[in-house]
């Protein structure tokens, strides 16, 4: 008999590491999987690229965008920064560069703007490594870094409706054509990501940012309800980003072309392009086909690994647990975060109410950094934190070979793994001794963290 056979087949990956054998047959468990999903293969990206830029939604071709917007000044591109995997920009971004010489764009007059929203900038290294790769020395001298503190790069175009103030990098209202180039994904209180967010908070200026998150804050959830992974109806944030988007390239006759890819497990599953609004909307209809999955149960304990820079970057796993976990279950994460903890106002946040209970920690939050004249980025990781916290009565674990286990024990109050054993033998002995203390419990593994677990 293979030692295969005495376990459940669950899959699970630990950054690049693949951990297999780790719940026992006898075990009650529920895997919930990526639906079947086809591929395209690097043929079809071309094609299917190609095809998009010709018949978008609800836009002109990109070849009409140039005939009538081009006025040889600048065709801006907008990328994720280097908390991004950017698998689509290393791919898409010479075959769009190609198409637009096609079109008689000079190649000088082709820039890629970083959108880094409220991140921190990247360096070269970081650029090189992150972002562009083996493209690195073809743009490097026709990269530029937003940066949502350089108030000299921002055009105020006054405030929405819901009066969140429009400060926009000006190299995209001085650009002929912007094209962001995205990669959706659900996101754990907007909706959904991508497409619109390349551009709120991607080049937006901090003050923007901290007013539009702030909405997204209620007392006794932490977030409004509303403001969850895979809804945008009702979603306060994502509403008001999208109203800003149509404003500047509608009132502020900026052509905006937005250019998105749907993947999954770094493969590519379909590639469309146009109007901001409209794509954002078709990413939702898209991503539910291989996003949205049917929970048969919630489980007693939930693991899921999320491949991560830092831990604020890993809070997108925890949220995605807690759609999966019953009250008082507990929440095992998997996620390296190399570079530490993230945004400083996370950490400080976390420190200033260390000694209060969760609901306490959260509401005080909640009140004193999180309205929109004190929200930093990073402070709604440390609500949503408190409320997943209390629904499930503090039973949070992490694995990671990088992070403090005291810093993470003492004031961000979960339980680290020991790394003294390999990944595999480390989760075994934990679930071991999880069924032992907790006889007859079920548990529910992810296969991928952007799954959004749907109660029967």
Not at 116 to 144: C, F
Not at 271 to 282: M, N, R, V, W
């Amino acid at each position: 008999m293979n030692k295969s056979d005495n376990f459940h087949d669950t899959p699970i990956f630990y950054e690049k590491e693949k951990i297999v054998n780790f719940i026992p047959r006898d075990v009650e468990c529920e895997y919930l999987q990526v639906p079947k999903t086809v591929y395209l293969s690097e043929n079809d990206i071309h094609k299917k690229l190609i095809h998009s830029l010709e018949k978008p939604f609800n836009s002109p071709s990109l070849s009409d965008l140039i005939s009538n917007h081009y006025k040889n000044h600048t065709i801006t591109v907008l990328v994720d920064d280097n908390t991004r995997p950017n698998i689509h920009t290393k791919t898409l971004l010479p075959l769009i560069e190609d198409q637009l010489l096609k079109l008689g764009v000079k190649k000088s007059d082709i820039r890629v703007l970083i959108a880094t929203g409220t991140h921190q900038p990247p360096t070269d290294s970081q650029i090189q490594a992150h972002i562009l790769g083996d493209l690195y020395s073809e743009w490097k001298n026709r990269v530029w870094v937003h940066d949502c503190d350089a108030n000299s790069f921002h055009v105020d175009l006054g405030f929405s409706s819901a009066k969140t103030p429009i400060l926009v990098d000006k190299r995209i209202l001085e650009s002929d054509i912007v094209i962001p180039l995205s990669d959706s994904e659900y996101h754990y209180f907007a909706g959904v990501a991508g497409s619109v967010k390349l551009i709120l908070p991607g080049v937006s200026g901090r003050k923007t940012v901290r007013v539009n998150h702030s909405k997204i804050f209620d007392l006794d959830y932490g977030f409004k309800q509303e403001c969850r992974m895979g809804n945008i109806e009702g979603n306060v944030a994502i509403q008001d980003i999208r109203e800003i988007v149509s404003s500047i390239q509608k009132t502020h006759s900026v052509p905006i072309f937005v250019i998105d890819a749907i993947l999954d497990k770094g493969k590519f599953v379909d590639i469309f392009a146009g109007d901001p609004l409209t794509i954002h909307e078709h990413a939702l209809t898209s991503l539910s086909k291989i996003r949205d999955v049917q929970l048969q149960k919630r489980g007693d304990l939930v693991i899921i690994g999320k491949p991560s820079v830092n831990y604020y970057q890993a809070g997108k796993g925890l949220n995605a647990a807690s759609h999966a976990v019953k009250l008082g279950g507990a929440i095992l994460l998997l996620a390296g975060c190399p570079e530490g903890i993230g945004p400083d106002e996370y950490l400080e946040t976390m420190q200033e109410v260390r000694d209060k209970s969760y609901r306490e920690a959260m509401q005080w939050v909640i009140r004193n950094k999180c309205s929109p004249t004190t929200f930093e980025i990073g402070i709604q990781n440390a609500v949503d934190l408190f409320r997943i916290l209390e629904f499930t009565q503090g039973n949070l674990h992490l694995y990671s070979s990088f992070l403090d286990a005291k810093l993470m024990k003492d004031v961000f109050r979960i339980n680290t793994l020991p790394f003294n054993l390999s990944p595999e033998e480390n989760l075994r002995k934990f679930v071991t001794k999880f069924i032992a203390d907790n006889p007859k419990s079920k548990i529910v593994v992810f296969e991928d963290y952007n799954l959004l677990a749907k109660d029967k």
